[in-house]
C-alpha cells in the first residue's frame, strides 16, 4: 500500500520559517519525482516546488528564493523549507510522487500564516 505522510504545518506568524516533510512507503522512493503543491481556500491546486530523481528543482515563481525542496532517499523522505513566509502562503500542502506510469498524493498538512 502506497502511503505518502505529511508533516510539519502549523500556524505561523508573517515572516517565519516552516520545514514540511513527507515520508513515503510502498513506492521505489529514489525512482519517483517528488514535489509539493498547495491550496487555498476556494483556489485551485497549484504547484509550489518539485524535485527530480536527479535532484533538479523547480519553483513556482510566487515562492523562488523562499522556499527550498530537498529529498532524502535513504530515509525516503522529501522536505519543504518555507522562509519568509507570507498571508498568501496559507494553505493545505500536499506531498506528490511521480513516476513515468503511477502519480501519488499525500493528504496534506495546513499551513496558516497569520498574526
Known amino acids: 500500500q502506497v502511503q505518502l505522510v505529511e508533516s510539519g504545518g502549523a500556524l505561523v506568524q508573517p515572516g517565519g520559517s516552516l520545514r514540511l516533510s513527507c515520508v513515503a512507503s510502498?513506492?521505489?522512493?529514489?525512482?519517483?519525482?517528488m514535489g509539493w503543491y498547495r491550496q487555498a481556500p476556494g483556489k485551485q491546486r497549484e504547484l509550489v516546488a518539485t524535485?527530480?530523481?536527479?535532484?533538479?528543482?523547480n519553483y513556482a515563481d510566487s515562492v523562488k528564493g523562499r522556499f527550498t525542496v530537498s529529498r532524502d532517499n535513504a530515509k525516503r523522505t522529501v522536505y519543504l523549507q518555507m522562509n519568509s513566509l507570507k498571508p498568501e502562503d496559507t494553505a493545505v500542502y500536499f506531498c506528490?510522487?511521480?513516476?513515468?506510469?503511477?502519480?501519488?498524493w499525500g493528504k496534506g498538512t495546513l499551513v496558516t500564516v497569520s498574526s
Open positions: 524535485i527530480t530523481t536527479d535532484d533538479r528543482t
Open positions: 510502498g513506492i521505489f522512493f529514489s525512482r519517483f519525482g
Open positions: 506528490n510522487a511521480q513516476s513515468q506510469f503511477r502519480e501519488f
